[in-house]
């Protein structure tokens, strides 16, 4: 856990309120403003906490810490703080190669394990080259930590980790910072990370795209991963807000099946099916924008998600096969059919993008008439042209009245400045389910209920065909009511 602070009192405050959960704890002394006066005030705190490991950390400005110093004032600061407590001293390698091996021996002396650091914040280049750096100095421990500007630096860290940490004479602590680097942070105790570093709050991050400590407890569960866990994830761009990691991590942990669940960032279907085969996956969810850009990599198709046109869901078999599912158009079916029979039921959709087809070929294959209005009548005709739907004009939608109304469009979506798919007066539908679930009640669902009519929300969508992925995952039936 990484603490800061921009005076000693707060430092103590911030260390001392997680203590009990996390024991081993990084001072960041390069966020005091004058760190080699205040360290002395710091020594009754760690006497006091003799049960915990401290690591001193002042890095200098030039090795992306806050330091305004020289390597010499980093080495007397780190003097300051291991006489005062620290059991591990942080020295950046660039002041250890500066200073020499006798740096390493001053804090040694002083009583600290010396454990020595490496920073790039531009990209993540020869890891290689940089250990060889490290061991030249032949620290106690040693930490790399670069940039993932792709999902493949990641993999790249990652795969470095396993090989490295095999033949050194020292633990090895590395990970990619940024957002393409999460999977560095989740995975890297897995691969042979001695440790990994987490804030206690988002705004308490001490590097770009450090996670909480709780993310990676309770959502990642890392102490708990080994190498028999199986991985899944979900791959798209942009995924930070997807609500997946947090559906399927608890999916995963409540029904105690040994999977975690990863965010991918990536717009490359090629990228993403590489990771998949080196990581690797057993499994992922594809989102925006690459639903229909992953067909060409899939070894076998399942017939609704080739009628639909797009993938949302790969299975990798064993041998290395990848199966693609569209478990779109049953997360969709699903909740209506708890609802109502969809038998000659006539169903309203409207848009004609990605979540209209899977609506469309879902209620068709529930032997519903199925009915689509979208706002570029062209693409609605050559859906309609594929599937066997009808087409309505604008005058039949509000004269017709329709068994239910599907809004596959992103009105009333959070930010979108269309809050209703279609004028108040058109609304003449038994049963509206809104695929829009942010916000949860949308307009049209608050419209539909002030009208007495029944409604389904778009969340119900979203849980049906993430249950349906655990499924297709593990062969269990997923705990859709969590
Ligand atoms: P998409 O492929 O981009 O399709 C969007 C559709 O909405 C198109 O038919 C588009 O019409 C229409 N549209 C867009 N802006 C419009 C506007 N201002 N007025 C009228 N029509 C408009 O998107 P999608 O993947 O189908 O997703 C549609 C919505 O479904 C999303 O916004 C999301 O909220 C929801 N969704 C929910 C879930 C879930 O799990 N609950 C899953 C997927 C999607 P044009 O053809 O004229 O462009």
Redesign the pocket.
């Known amino acids: 856990m990484s603490i800061v602070g921009r005076t000693t009192e707060q430092f103590e405050t911030n260390a001392a309120a997680l203590l009990d959960r996390f024991p081993f704890q990084e001072f960041r002394l390069d966020y005091l403003a004058d760190p080699g006066n205040a360290i002395p005030q710091l020594s009754a705190f760690f006497q006091r906490h003799t049960q915990a490991s401290f690591l001193a950390t002042c890095r200098p400005v030039p090795s992306g810490g806050c330091l305004h110093g020289s390597a010499r004032q980093e080495l007397a600061v780190l003097k300051l703080a291991v006489q005062a407590g620290c059991q591990l001293a942080d020295l950046s390698l660039e002041s250890a190669e500066e200073l020499g091996a006798t740096a390493l021996d001053t804090l040694r002396e002083s009583g600290a394990a010396v454990l020595v650091s490496f920073h790039d914040f531009q990209r993540t280049g020869d890891l290689g080259a940089v250990l060889d750096r490290m061991r030249g100095l032949n620290p106690d421990a040693a930490k790399i930590v670069s940039t993932a500007e792709s999902l493949s630096d990641s993999l790249s860290m990652l795969q470095f980790l396993t090989h490295a940490k095999n033949d050194l004479p020292f633990p090895l602590v590395a990970l990619a910072m940024g957002e393409h680097g999460a999977l560095s942070r989740i995975l890297g105790p897995r691969a042979g990370s001695a440790f990994t570093f987490a804030a206690a709050t988002e705004a308490e991050a001490t590097a770009p795209g450090q996670l909480t400590a709780g993310t990676l407890e309770e959502l990642y569960r890392i102490r708990e991963l080994t190498p028999a866990t199986r991985l899944f994830g979900v791959a798209g761009d942009p995924i930070h807000s997807s609500l997946s990691p947090l559906m399927l991590n608890t999916a995963f942990r409540t029904t105690g099946v040994d999977a975690v669940y990863l965010p991918l960032r990536t717009g490359s279907a090629e990228e993403l099916f590489r990771l998949a085969r080196e990581l690797p996956l057993d499994g992922f969810s594809v989102t925006?924008p690459l639903k229909q850009a992953v067909l060409p990599f899939l070894d076998e198709i399942d017939p609704t998600a080739a009628k639909i046109g797009a993938v949302n869901t790969v299975r990798r078999t064993p041998d290395g096969r990848f199966h693609g599912f569209n478990t779109?158009a049953a997360?969709i079916v699903d909740p209506l059919r708890t609802r109502r029979d969809l038998q000659g039921a006539r169903v309203l959709i409207l848009?004609?993008?990605?979540?209209?087809r899977a609506a469309v070929f879902g209620c068709l294959g529930q032997g519903a008439r199925v009915f689509l209005h979208?706002?570029?009548e062209a693409?609605a005709r050559l859906l309609a042209g594929e599937s066997g739907a009808q087409v309505v004009s604008r005058a039949e939608l509000a004269s017709g009245h329709f068994d239910v109304l599907i809004n596959?469009?992103?009105?009333g979506?959070h930010g979108n400045a269309?809050t209703l798919?279609l004028e108040k007066d058109d609304l003449h539908a038994g049963l509206v389910f809104d695929?829009?679930?942010n916000p949860i009640e949308t307009p049209l669902l608050a419209l539909a209920k002030a009208r007495g009519i029944a409604t389904v929300p778009?969340?119900e969508?979203?849980v049906h065909?993430g249950a349906r992925q655990f499924s297709l995952w593990t062969g269990e039936d997923a705990p859709a009511a969590i």
């Open positions: 925006m779109d997360g848009g004609a993008g990605g979540a209209a979208n706002r570029t693409t596959a469009t992103p009105a979506m269309l798919p695929l829009v679930y778009g969340v969508m979203f065909q």
